[in-house]
């Protein structure tokens, strides 16, 4: 089975993920405009009629900013907790009924080919999820906004022949950059964001020959770049002695521009 994957966009100004095989699509969160998103998706000879649905991680803006005109005017189906509904559906943002598509946590459903499964990580949203979706042999876990890595989200991830993580923060410039305070210390929480250090340090422990692509995802406009990104992972897994295999790939996904289209298979 053909198996693509590619970020639209990936930061604190708007997410949006496309995973797709031959035959359908699917998006992992809105947040950018339903506009930028049809736009993208033409460029890549994806027509919008592929897309089976929409899966949403949590409430921020950042992350449903299209998600209203998007079920509007493509009538998509969007897929999360009753609980994130709940706090989606406000007297300003209207999403039809025939587009609601409530999940539960940990229960798998099938979507366009692929079987789907969420589940919980630590954020400051009203709930926030991560997906772990199957194709065949193919385990993709996409867990991004999380303060830290509890055991449930940790065995999705270790579960994953393709990972999408964060690494939002480079934890000097965040600790001595401009930001005030409270934001520092929202950031730095355990219902946050993963710094450099965190997520690299996590990769070094699971890292093994079933994971073949890691993608690096959600870095701060103001207090991270990919070069410092790949510097902590390379000198993370360099004290580790860890040397990646051939087939093994690292991704920094681009924050306002799709990224390269990554083949799965």
Known sequence: MKLIFCSLSSGSDGNCYYLGNEF????????????SIRKFLKNMDIPMEKIMGV??????????????????????????TAKI???????????????????????????????????????????????????????ITIVTDLGHICQTAATYIKAANFLVIESNYDEE????????????????SDH??????????????????????????HLSKNNN??????????KTFLERGIILKSHQKITILNRNIPTDIISLN
């Open 55 to 80: 899966l949403i991680t949590h409430n921020h803006s950042d992350h449903i900013k299209g998600l209203e005109l998007l079920t509007r005017k493509n009538t998509l189906p969007a897929f999360t």
């Open 173 to 188: 410039m965040l600790v001595n950059g401009n930001y005030p305070p409270y934001l520092k210390e929202r950031i730095l």
């Open 225 to 234: 770049s990919p070069e410092l990104v790949f510097k902590t992972l390379k």
């Open 192 to 217: 946050g964001h993963l710094g450099n250090k965190q997520t690299a340090s996590f990769l070094a422990g699971i890292i093994n020959d079933n994971l073949s692509n890691i993608c690096l995802a």
């Open 85 to 139: 509904w709940e706090s989606i559906l406000t007297p300003y943002r209207k999403i039809s009924n025939d587009c609601i598509r409530k999940i539960s946590l940990k229960q798998k459903f099938h979507l366009a080919g692929f079987d789907i499964e969420s589940f919980p990580v630590s954020h400051d949203a009203t709930e926030t999820i991560g997906f772990h979706i199957c194709a065949g042999d193919k385990k």
């Open 24 to 35: 359908h699509g699917i998006l992992i969160d809105a947040g950018i405009s339903s506009t």
